[in-house]
T-cell receptor, first 120, second 113 residues
Framework: DAGVIQSPRHEVTEMGQEVTLRCKPI?????LFWYRQTMMRGLELLIY????????DSGMPEDRFSAKMPNASFSTLKIQPSEPRDSAVYFC??????????????????FGEGSRLTVL | KNQVEQSPQSLIILEGKNCTLQ??????????LRWYKQDTGRGPVSLTI?????NTKSNGRYTATLDADTKQSSLHITASQLSDSASYIC????????????FGGGTRLMVKP
């Protein structure tokens, strides 16, 4: 398996522009996570999907952020409009948790290589 | 509030030396604890998982310990190599559906020749 695949790896955009980050999870995994990492705040959970359904989006900063998972093999994180404070590395991770809706368990998170976003 | 605190924030050691990273947590009810290694510019990768009944577990030169009573874990690296230079992140999982993974801030390790 190729692992979790994220695109783009790097994105530089201007304030106010729309940004779309993409993620392909590992086949067979039932859970997908979007994280944001900055030097100041470390890794922060933005949103979590289980079986393509958003379970917890309490970490999404504000209405400018939205995430979708139309099927088991694809997810997007969209920022519209983008702001300089959104500059960070955005990681997608997938895992297999044994029971539907469960957010705990021994499931190992497999992270993608991240998308580094710079908003000027 | 569930929290995971790691220390030190950063560490510089010479190649070949040993080091120990600390993780204190207040996550409850505890399910498991993982140590992840994150190389610069890469995503984190799991090194080891500790469950409630496990006190120590090794993965090559990495040895993790867990004291569930004091809610502390450590990651010991033996005979460090330049490739050990990375951030090490402690992640604790709660055993209920009302919470999930809590990440520590990480320890940034630099191994110098």
């Amino acid at each position: 398996d190729a692992g979790v695949i994220q695109s783009p790896r790097h994105e530089v955009t201007e304030m106010g522009q729309e940004v779309t980050l993409r993620c392909k999870p590992i086949s067979g995994h039932n859970s997908l996570f979007w994280y944001r990492q900055t030097m100041m705040r470390g890794l922060e959970l933005l949103i979590y999907f289980n079986n393509n359904v958003p379970i917890d989006d309490s970490g999404m900063p504000e209405d400018r952020f939205s995430a979708k998972m139309p099927n088991a093999s694809f997810s997007t994180l969209k920022i519209q409009p983008s702001e300089p404070r959104d500059s960070a590395v955005y990681f997608c991770a997938s895992s297999f948790f044994p029971s539907r809706g469960s957010r705990s368990g021994t499931g190992e998170l497999f992270f993608g290589e991240g998308s580094r976003l710079t908003v000027l | 509030k569930n929290q995971v605190e790691q220390s030190p924030q950063s560490l510089i050691i010479l190649e070949g030396k040993n080091c120990t990273l600390q993780c204190n947590y207040t996550v409850s009810p505890f399910s498991n604890l993982r140590w992840y290694k994150q190389d610069t510019g890469r995503g984190p990768v799991s090194l080891t998982i500790m469950t409630f009944s496990e006190n120590t577990k090794s993965n090559g030169r990495y040895t993790a310990t867990l004291d569930a009573d004091t809610k502390q874990s450590s990651l010991h690296i033996t005979a460090s190599q330049l490739s050990d230079s990375a951030s090490y992140i402690c992640v604790v999982s709660a055993n209920n559906a009302g919470n999930m993974l809590t990440f520590g801030g990480g320890t940034r390790l630099m191994v110098k020749p």
